[in-house]
Nanobody, 122 residues
Framework: QLRESGGGLVQSGDSLTLSCSAS????????MAWFRQAPGEGRKFVAT????????FYGYPLEGRATISRDNTQNILYLHMSSLKPEDTAVYYC?????????????????WGRGIQVTVSS
């Protein structure tokens, strides 16, 4: 199971860190990712990290403004976002692969959290 936390309402220019707690499987064997979905849009890739945290890759929307990281001792995935904009408003999902290597497509991820709302006001 994956459970996101840390979302909420922030102002434009603020920073926010999302967390995703994992249970029920071997967290350190899995690549992880964050996706987001805004109203009326499809699910979009935000960032991914490999099983040990040594490789990361970012999608266009938050590239340069986000940092993905993980703590394999606590089974937690993080997404730190800065300089937030109203267009970053979306439901953010964490996802886990069965494989250790990164991926950008949603269909590569077998496990998903329920999502958490992030709203950025102007």
């Amino acid at each position: 199971q994956l459970r996101e936390s840390g979302g909420g309402l922030v102002q434009s220019g603020d920073s926010l860190t999302l967390s995703c707690s994992a249970s029920g499987r071997s967290f350190s064997d899995s690549a992880m990712a964050w996706f987001r979905q805004a109203p009326g849009e499809g699910r979009k890739f935000v960032a991914t990290i490999n099983h040990l945290g040594g490789t990361t890759f970012y999608g266009y929307p938050l590239e340069g403004r986000a940092t993905i990281s993980r703590d394999n001792t606590q089974n937690i995935l993080y997404l730190h976002m800065s300089s937030l904009k109203p267009e970053d408003t979306a439901v953010y999902y964490c996802a886990a692969r069965r494989e250790p290597t990164i991926g950008v497509r949603p269909d590569l991820y077998a496990y998903w959290g329920r999502g958490i709302q992030v709203t950025v006001s102007s």
